[in-house]
Nanobody, 123 residues
Framework: QVQLVESGGGSVQAGGSLRLSCVVS????????SGWFRQAPGKEREVVAI????????RYADSVSGRFTIPRDDAKNTVYLQMNNLKPEDTAVYYC????????????????WGQGTQVTVSP
């Protein structure tokens, strides 16, 4: 049984930084494509960043490229989302996800989801 537990959300002013953490239990993280989706109020869920089995294989949404990074610590079985230069439009619930096999930016392709953590960015 794979479980994903997120932490690190909160409120910050525009231009600030937050780091989200996702601890994966039940399997070693390097077997999975893992990363983050987000959903803002009234908007569809969207992919933010995904890291492949090779930690150098990373894809970012255009909206966060250059501001967010997705480090992974295999010793801790943890994937992070380092968010810098946050903007009000980054306000959303952020979800950690994992799947086996191949990259996808389609949420239903992901087998495992965390509970979500709220990120609020004020102007």
């Amino acid at each position: 049984q794979v479980q994903l537990v997120e932490s690190g959300g909160g409120s910050v002013q525009a231009g600030g930084s937050l780091r989200l953490s996702c601890v994966v239990s039940g399997r070693t993280l390097d077997r999975y494509y893992s990363g983050w989706f987000r959903q803002a109020p009234g908007k569809e869920r969207e992919v933010v960043a995904i890291v492949g089995r090779d930690p150098g294989n990373i894809r970012y949404a255009d909206s966060v490229s250059g501001r967010f990074t997705i480090p992974r610590d295999d010793a801790k079985n943890t994937v992070y989302l380092q968010m810098n230069n946050l903007k009000p439009e980054d306000t959303a619930v952020y979800y950690c996800v994992a799947k086996i096999g191949y990259y996808s930016d389609y949420g239903p392709d992901y087998d495992y989801w965390g509970q979500g953590t709220q990120v609020t960015v004020s102007p």
